[in-house]
């Protein structure tokens, strides 16, 4: 029975990492989707895409942090979500860093505004903490697919 579990749900440092991140970005994803005119503003607030990016973002963006956080809990499209998630990741990282650095005072959005983080070493703590969780199950599930294809394939020896 626990070997079953283990297969289905994986080791379970690594489920409570999926859960973690991919909890943090269900939440995210779906505080936007309830108000995206908010989110909008978020975007525009930091003063980096002209119309109508914002929009675009405001309204894309959530639904593929849902998407990607979906996929990291249950494991599908493992890799790719995590690739996904990663580079958006950074992406934050570069704009909070840069509202940061030009003096502009605002709400990082990255949780919608109904939990609104406005300390910037905070907000990069955040996405520093999801990005290393992020890298360490992408290199946890490359491991995986190492040893099962040494598992699979025989030894010349």
């Not at 108000?35 to 975007?43: K, L, R």
């Not at 525009?44 to 942090?65: K, M």
């Not at 949780?111 to 992020?134: C, Q």
Request: hydrophobic share 55%.
């Amino acid at each position: 029975m626990k070997s079953l579990l283990r297969a289905h749900f994986g080791n379970p440092i690594e489920l409570l990492l999926r859960i973690v991140l991919g909890g943090a970005f269900l939440l995210s994803g779906t505080l936007k989707i309830i108000d995206p005119i908010a989110f909008q503003q978020s975007v525009r607030g930091y003063d980096i895409l002209d119309d109508p990016w914002p929009g675009v973002i405001a309204v894309g963006l959530p639904w593929l942090e849902v998407f990607c956080g979906i996929c990291v809990v249950l494991r599908f499209f493992y890799p790719g979500a995590l690739v996904l998630l990663s580079g958006s990741l950074l992406v934050f990282m570069i704009a909070v860093s840069s509202v940061w650095v030009r003096g502009i005072d605002l709400s990082c959005g990255c949780f919608g505004e109904k939990l609104p983080i406005d300390n910037y070493a905070v907000m990069l703590l955040i996405e520093v903490s999801l990005l290393s969780i992020a890298v360490g199950l992408l290199y946890w599930w490359r491991g995986q697919m190492e040893d099962a294809t040494q598992e699979a394939v025989p030894s010349a020896t």
